[in-house]
T-cell receptor, first 119, second 116 residues
Framework: AQTVTQSQPEMSVQDAETVTLSCTYDTSENNYYLFWYKQPPSRQMILVIR??????QNATENRFSVNFQKAAKSFSLKISDSQLGDTAMYFCAFKGLRGSNFGNEKLTFGTGTRLTIIP | GAGVSQSPSNKVTEKGKDVELRCDPI?????LYWYRQSLGQGLEFLIY????????KSGLPSDRFSAERTGGSVSTLTIQRTQQEDSAVYLC??????????????FGPGTRLLVL
């Protein structure tokens, strides 16, 4: 079974600074997807960024980028020029492709990192 | 277009009562998932639907939990004889369900269930 570990329960950073959230995972699969979701106080889970394991290039979405280290099974999220609206819980998630429901596997989540942006 | 919607937004019930939680996926999405988020925990998978069938219901914690989906659209999660440990936020997600393609799950706002 896959596991996802987020070792930082809480983090805080001044606005406009850069912050990196850590995520490690354990799997025996070679092909899979990784995601970062954001959950603000409204409870709505919002996709921040995703990474296909077969791609060596790290995914980027505006101020958000990842450092994907497949051999180390590490998938960290970097938020540049942080803004007050980035305050939220951030969840790292894994989706394998081995099951019969190819492409429709469940997500396995970490326990989240609560990020606070300080004005 | 409209996203995933869930109702009710909040539900308070007494121990032993039955509750029904509803999820309306994004139009055209054939895959639907239910997750549970307990206080201070990550999200725990409950059940997955492809169309009206549930190929994976491995996450349902007990036989008090059941779910159905009709017309390939709306899904209902039913908890019978609720217990205090059932208190959590229940999140629904949907995806397009096209096998072999990268699948992003889009989440609803959740139903917060409190069992007194």
């Amino acid at each position: 079974a896959q596991t996802v570990t987020q070792s930082q329960p809480e983090m805080s950073v001044q606005d406009a600074e850069t912050v990196t959230l850590s995520c490690t995972y354990d799997t025996s699969e070679n092909n899979y997807y990784l995601f970062w979701y954001k959950q603000p106080p409204s409870r709505q889970m919002i996709l921040v960024i995703r990474q296909e394991a077969y791609k060596q290039q790290n995914a980027t979405e505006n101020r958000f980028s990842v450092n994907f280290q497949k051999a180390a099974k590490s998938f960290s999220l970097k938020i540049s020029d942080s803004q007050l609206g980035d305050t939220a819980m951030y969840f790292c998630a894994f989706k394998g492709l081995r099951g019969s429901n190819f492409g429709n596997e469940k997500l396995t989540f970490g326990t989240g990192t609560r990020l606070t942006i300080i004005p | 277009g409209a996203g995933v919607s869930q109702s009710p937004s909040n539900k308070v019930t007494e121990k032993g009562k039955d509750v029904e939680l509803r999820c309306d996926p994004i139009s055209g999405h054939t895959a639907l998932y239910w997750y549970r988020q307990s206080l201070g925990q990550g999200l725990e998978f409950l059940i997955y639907f492809q169309g009206n069938s549930a190929p994976d219901k491995s996450g349902l914690p007990s036989d008090r939990f059941s779910a159905e989906r009709t017309g390939g659209s709306v899904s209902t999660l039913t908890i019978q004889r609720t217990q205090q440990e059932d208190s959590a936020v229940y999140l629904c997600a949907s995806s397009s369900g096209l096998a072999g393609r990268q699948e992003t799950q889009y989440f609803g706002p959740g139903t917060r269930l409190l069992v007194l």
